[in-house]
């Protein structure tokens, strides 16, 4: 009885281990960073409203950006103008607000503040 009550728990630990690596094998990767994602044309500048309409969302706009000044925020950066660098990163350039608006220049042309 003690041999067959063993036999059952090693099959038991065995389908233990078998569903913890199938679940291990199939689980997701990190998500990529928005950059990664959705990328952008080095060299190009890009609206805020721009890169929103990319598929970027407001917050990877942000975790992306250097230079930016304290006031930006993930809920100003629509009419913001951005500068994309090596490795799908944004700079900040200029707020498009005192001058005007921030103009989407078409694929393959670089945004400008208006």
Do not use: Q
Request: aromatic residues 8%; hydrophobic residues 35%.
């Amino acid at each position: 009885m003690i041999k067959h009550y063993s036999n059952i728990m090693n099959f038991i630990l065995t389908l233990s281990i078998l569903a913890t690596l199938a679940t291990l094998a199939t689980a997701s990767p990190a998500p990529a960073p928005a950059s990664a994602l959705y990328g952008c044309t080095e060299g190009l500048n890009y609206c805020g409203h721009t890169l929103l309409n990319m598929g970027w969302s407001r917050d990877n706009i942000i975790d992306d950006c250097s230079g930016r000044p304290d006031w930006l925020t993930a809920n100003s950066v629509d009419n913001v103008l951005f500068h994309c660098t090596s490795g799908d990163y944004l700079t900040f350039i200029e707020s498009c607000n005192a001058p005007g608006t921030c103009v989407d220049a078409g694929s393959g042309n670089s945004d400008y503040c208006s």
